[in-house]
Structures are given as C-alpha cells and as structure tokens.
C-alpha cells in the first residue's frame, strides 16, 4: 500500500512526524513524503530533528507569499507527484493552505485522502484566516477523517458526514511531545540557561494569526508589556515567526526591553521543554493551546475565537481576545493572585494517549486496500 504524506509548515511537520516515523516500521506500506515546504527553514528544523527526509521536496516557499501563490504552485507540483507516485492514500494534516491544496491534488486524480486533525471548528469563517475555510474545505473532499476528540467529531456529525468515515484517534502532537519534553533539559542556547525559572515568572509568548497582524497584534504586545513594567519578576521569552510582520510590530513595541528576550523560532525540542519551565503562555498559535494544558500551564489565548476549546473547558487556557485592557487584567490576575494561577495550572489532556498516529495507521491498514 503507498501512503503519499504531505506537509508545508512548522505544526503539520511536527504533528506529521510522529506518523511518518511509525509508518516507517510497517513493512506493508510503502510511505512516500512530499514537503510543499509550505514554510522553509521553520519546516527544515522539524525535518531535522525527526531526522525525515522527504523523497519530493517541492519548495515553493517565497517571501511575502500571498495565498493565491501558495496554493497554486502547491497544487501544481502535487499534481505531478501524484501522477508519478499513484498512491492508494493521501494523508494532509490539519488546516493550512498546503492542507487545502493538498486534498484538492488528490481529489482532482481521484486518490483517496485521509485528514488528520479533523473535525476542529471555530464557527467563524474569517477567524482563523483562512484555516476555518480551508478545514471545511478539506472535509469535503475526505474518505477518512481523523479526529482528535470527541467534539471533534460531533463537529463533523453535525455537518452531515457519516460516522463511519470518521476515527477519534486524538492528537498526535501529544505522540510528538512526549519524544520530545525531558526532565533537567539543557539548553544550546545561552540566553535561555542563563533564565533563573525558579524565581522569576518567565512567560513564552507566540504569535502570528493572519487576523491578528496589525492593531490586535500590537494591544497584545502593548498588554503584555505593561504586565512586565508592573511586575519586577515576570521575564517574557518570544521566539518571534519569520514573518517580517509580525516582526515589525514586535520590535516596534517592545524596543529592547531588558526583561524581554525576542529570539529566533526555536527548534521543537528546546522550544517545548522552555514551555515546561515557564510560568504561563500567552499565544495565538493551534498547536500550543494543545501543547500547554498538557505541560500543566495555564495559556491565555489571545484570540477572538478557538477552535479548541477543549483546554478552555479543562480550566487549563483562558480564550481572551485581542482587546489590550483585556489581556492585561487577565495577565494582572495570573501574576498577583495565587489561587487563580494554581486553579489553572492544571495538567489535563484532552488530546489523547500519545498513541495516535498508531491508532490512524490501524484505520488505515483496516480500510485500505
Ligand atoms: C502558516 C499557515 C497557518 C499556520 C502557520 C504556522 C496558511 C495560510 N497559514 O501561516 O495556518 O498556523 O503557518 O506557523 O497556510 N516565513 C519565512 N520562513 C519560513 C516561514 C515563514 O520567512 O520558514 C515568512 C515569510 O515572509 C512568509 C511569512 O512568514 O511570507 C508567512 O508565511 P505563510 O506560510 O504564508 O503564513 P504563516 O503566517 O506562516
Ligand atoms: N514551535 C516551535 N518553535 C517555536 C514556536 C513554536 O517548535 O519557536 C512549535 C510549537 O511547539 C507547536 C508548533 O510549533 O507545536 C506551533 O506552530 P505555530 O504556532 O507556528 O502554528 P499553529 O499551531 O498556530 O498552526
């Protein structure tokens, strides 16, 4: 059986990784990976550290891509690779413009696809921009759905897709962080050892939501700013996205401030064990509203809506907005009030075992043929 995995950016490579490697122990499946390299070099440190190389490699990464760019040279490279590889499966991950493009590839040479990460919904098609839409469009298009919770596929049922096209497997970012977080982990980097996490209260911020550039971006900064002019002992550590503007906006705001440390996207390894050490999260990012309450960190999400409200509803996150006065009372009582803190510092997954990219190759060796 040929399995033809596609991916482009940070978080589907991360959340992709941990099938990719299983598959790799199966010897009925023949396991084909294609990287639209979607994202470059934040794609290449995931590549790196799972130690995957991919056997099409289609780089269409330009700066300042606009999602018109993305989508048609993606489509356009994937039509080759499938008529070259034929494969008997698709799988794409998630909700990413590679993602769309990746299921309409396969959808125009009738190749079965498989979605991992389905079934998630905010209720809002411009937030995020453009992902609600391209999930929904991807759904379309699927035979096998994989979807991380239970409310993920109550989602899809309420659509009208049928139960038996869809596999509660749950996330396997969990799968990629438990290979990942380690106790007494040291850091290359020596800006992050020299961090005293014991007594200070280091927030990790990341942010990069297409609906957030520009003024929601900088009331989240500006927030962000106050609580560390107000609280002696609060650090921030923001490994800042490529994206030049996101980081305008960031530099803008926060003008080499001494207890706030704006660095390079860090690989997943040291980026996840600084979570573990840090105080709480402040993000606009998927993937870390998954990661954090299973770290135990309360995360104050910095959007208008989620699509994972599983954390929210575990007591773990907080969904916040983009309102400046907002996010600062919000920060102001994590940082002044214990009780309120340790009520959210609480570890909870709601994302599954570790074992899903078992669970979906066991669906897909059953369903395949
Ligand atoms: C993309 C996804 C988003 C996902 C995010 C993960 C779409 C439309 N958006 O958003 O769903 O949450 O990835 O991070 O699919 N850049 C680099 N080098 C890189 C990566 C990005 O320089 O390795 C810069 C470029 O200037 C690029 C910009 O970041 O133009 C934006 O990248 P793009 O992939 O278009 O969107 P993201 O905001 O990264
Ligand atoms: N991440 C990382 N290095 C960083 C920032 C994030 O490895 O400097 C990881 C993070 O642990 C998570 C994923 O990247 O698994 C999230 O990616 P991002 O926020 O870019 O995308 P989203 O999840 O919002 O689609």
């Not at 009738?110 to 098609?125: F, M, Q, Y």
């Amino acid at each position: 059986m040929k399995v033809l995995t596609v991916f482009g950016t940070r978080p589907e490579a991360i959340k992709m990784a941990p099938i990719v490697k299983t598959m790799e122990q199966y010897e009925e499946i023949e396991n084909i990976v294609c990287v639209t390299a979607q994202h470059r070099q934040m794609l290449d440190q995931v590549l790196n550290l799972f130690d995957i190389k991919p056997d099409y490699d289609l780089n269409i990464f330009k700066p300042g891509q606009t999602l018109t760019e993305i989508t048609t040279r993606a489509l356009k490279g994937l039509e080759e690779v499938i008529i070259e590889t034929k494969p008997d499966l698709l799988l794409v991950q998630g909700d990413t413009t590679t993602v769309f493009a990746g299921a309409l590839a396969a959808f125009y040479q009738k190749v079965k696809i498989g979605h991992v990460e389905a079934g998630l919904r905010s209720g809002n098609i411009y937030s995020p921009y453009p992902e609600e839409a391209n999930r929904k469009l991807t759904g379309i298009m699927t035979d096998f759905h994989f979807a991380p919770t239970e409310r993920n596929r109550q989602n899809l049922l309420r659509e009208g897709y049928p139960d038996e096209k869809i596999f509660v497997t749950g996330n396997t970012v969990i799968d990629a962080l438990f290979h990942v977080i380690k106790e007494d982990y040291v850091f290359e980097e020596e800006l992050l050892n020299n961090i005293d996490f014991k007594n200070k209260k280091v927030i990790l911020m990341t942010a990069h939501r297409r609906e957030n550039i520009g003024k929601p971006m900088e009331n989240i900064f500006n927030a962000v700013l106050r609580a560390v002019e107000k609280y002696e002992e609060v650090e921030v550590v923001f490994p800042i996205h490529l994206n030049p503007k996101v980081r305008n906006i960031a530099y803008k705001v926060f003008d080499n401030h001494p207890r706030i440390h704006l660095v390079e996207p860090l690989d997943y390894e040291p980026f996840t064990n600084l979570m573990a050490k840090s105080h709480l999260v402040v993000t606009d990012s998927g993937g870390l509203q998954e990661e954090a309450p299973s770290l135990g960190k309360p995360v104050l999400v910095v959007r208008e809506e989620t699509e994972r409200p599983e954390g929210i509803i575990a007591g773990t996150a907080k969904l916040v907005g983009t309102l400046e006065e907002n996010i600062f009372r919000e920060l102001d009582l994590l940082l002044s009030d214990h009780n309120e803190y340790t009520k959210m510092a609480n570890a909870v997954n709601p994302y599954g075992d570790g074992k899903a990219s078992k669970h979906i190759i066991d669906v897909i060796l059953q369903n395949i043929r």
